[in-house]
């Protein structure tokens, strides 16, 4: 067992006394998160926490879990990235919703470079508030800045699939978009359509 320094930026592992990340440089600050990785018999689990203290924490219990027996690391539930919440979620966009082609298209060129391959549980509000920042320091194809509406769809896209990830029983941790502060439109009439009551009569798509 170990406890690193989680690098959000390129997802590597870095020594408790780490300033600086030895894989892309980025400097760690205070809001720096770790990551407890465990393995047994050829299977690995790893966690990625806020701070030192919760990941002590907790890889004490994994280790009194271990000792006592009662820990299955080889059933343990898998977290799914976001990519593949967004697999299941497509079906059932195209199914409810006749704006699921702006989902897509929002989904291909914002987040699924940025998201795709991250498990659910390694997404956090700061990751979010960082694609919020960049979004409106970029430009969109034809040159503009992004309007404010553009940018809160991509929260709103993020906030379902954490909604339907735990409605469907594949998530059961936290939405970072709750944390996050949704644009302000300036009076822009953009209609989004509520999420309970997309959810509403959902099916699980396999």
């Not at 897509?104 to 987040?111: E, T």
């Not at 795709?116 to 969109?140: C, F, H, Q, W, Y």
């Not at 709103?156 to 469907?168: G, M």
Request: proline share 4%; aromatic share 10%; hydrophobic share 35%.
């Amino acid at each position: 067992m170990a406890i690193h320094i989680y690098c959000a930026g390129c997802y590597t592992s870095n020594g408790l006394n780490a300033k600086s990340c030895s894989n892309c440089g980025v400097t760690f600050g205070r809001d720096k998160k770790y990551r407890i990785c465990v393995s047994v018999k050829g299977q690995r689990v790893t966690r990625v926490v806020d701070n030192l203290t919760i990941a002590r924490e907790t890889e004490a219990a994994i280790k009194g879990d271990l000792v006592r027996g009662e820990f299955d690391i080889l059933h343990e539930k898998k977290v799914p990235t976001l990519g593949e919440v967004w697999a299941k979620y497509l079906p059932w966009a195209k199914e409810h919703k006749k704006s699921w082609l702006n989902d897509l298209r929002y989904y291909r060129l914002h987040l699924e470079p940025r998201f795709a391959k991250k498990p659910l549980d390694a997404i956090s509000p700061i990751d979010i508030e960082r694609m919020k920042t960049e979004l409106k320091r970029g430009v969109n194809r034809r040159g503009k800045p992004f309007a404010a509406a553009t940018i809160k769809h991509q929260l709103v896209i993020i906030r379902r699939l954490y909604n339907l990830a735990r409605k469907w029983n594949l998530y059961d941790g936290k939405n970072p978009v709750e944390s996050v502060a949704m644009p302000r439109l300036d009076n822009q009439k953009t209609e989004f359509l509520n999420d309970e009551e997309l959810i509403r009569n959902s099916v699980f798509w396999l």
